[in-house]
């Protein structure tokens, strides 16, 4: 499997990295920040530029929290990721960031993975609704087409008649990948959920098929958060899902191994 890293965080080296934040850049990110870092986060969610489901909701904080993102990234030392929603976005982020995340909204749009994929940054590439895994790695073929192979999947939940989570996370997409792509994969919990009470025991889930690693979104006052609220968990809550994960990711790294 390619090794894929973040700064200096690797995917696909045996280890369980989590990046974590708030599900979009509030006035106070460097608090939610430090509070991920003090968590056990490895790299940080930065998401300026919101996708939202409707133009009359709150698109994100834009240009105006970029340095807010050089402040997090030198106050923590960890690595920033953020998700551009066109190619000018991709202009203005690259100077301020690590990485790129690539949204389930946006993962057909093949004129933006080329541009994530031209800055040679890594790319965190969500399936979208309802992609297949042959578009998924199509997707991702257009970023590695622009010579750029720093592509980590993140599987995110995908749309079934299951009405109770927000989507269905579908974990067999890390086995399955397996067989498919050298690309490591991670699975967001959060977005697979919609729910905090069951961000944890899917994250759980992710460790014991042997995922990456995973994305969570975090907020130290997860009921007031400007997007996703019901979904963010609280910074104690993420320092236990970080060592939790972590152990049975190892274990299970481990009988896996002897099994076979
Ligand atoms: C997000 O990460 O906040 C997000 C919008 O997720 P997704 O693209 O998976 O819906
Ligand atoms: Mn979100």
Known sequence: MRTVAIGDVEFGA????????????ES??????????????????????KPRSGPDRFQ??????????ARARDATGLPVIAEPLDAEDVQLLEPHVDGFLV????????????????????????????????????????????????????ERGIRTFVTETRNTLDISAVPVLRTRTDLPVIVDPSHAS?????????????????????????????????TDSDQAIEPPE????????????????ALTLRSD
């Open 103 to 154: 949204g389930a909204r946006s993962m057909h749009n093949s004129r933006l993975l080329q541009s994530v994929g031209a800055t040679g940054r890594p790319v965190v590439l969500k399936r979208a609704f309802a992609a297949t895994y042959d578009e998924w790695l199509g997707a991702a073929d257009y970023v590695r087409s622009t010579g750029n192979d720093e592509v980590i999947l993140c």
């Open 28 to 49: 106070d990110y460097l608090a939610h920040a430090r509070a991920a870092a003090s968590s056990g986060a490895d790299v940080l969610r930065g998401s300026v530029f």
């Open 194 to 226: 919609g729910r905090r009470e069951w961000v944890l025991p899917l994250a759980m889930a992710a460790a014991g098929v042997l995922a990456d690693g995973l994305i969570v979104e975090c907020h130290t006052r997860p009921h007031e958060s400007w």
């Open 238 to 253: 993420l320092k236990h899902l970080i060592d939790a994960t972590r152990q049975l990711s190892a274990v299970s790294r």
């Open 14 to 25: 045996g280890g369980f990295p989590v990046i974590a934040g708030p599900c979009s850049v």
């Open 60 to 69: 994100g904080i834009g240009p105006e929290g970029i340095p807010l993102l």
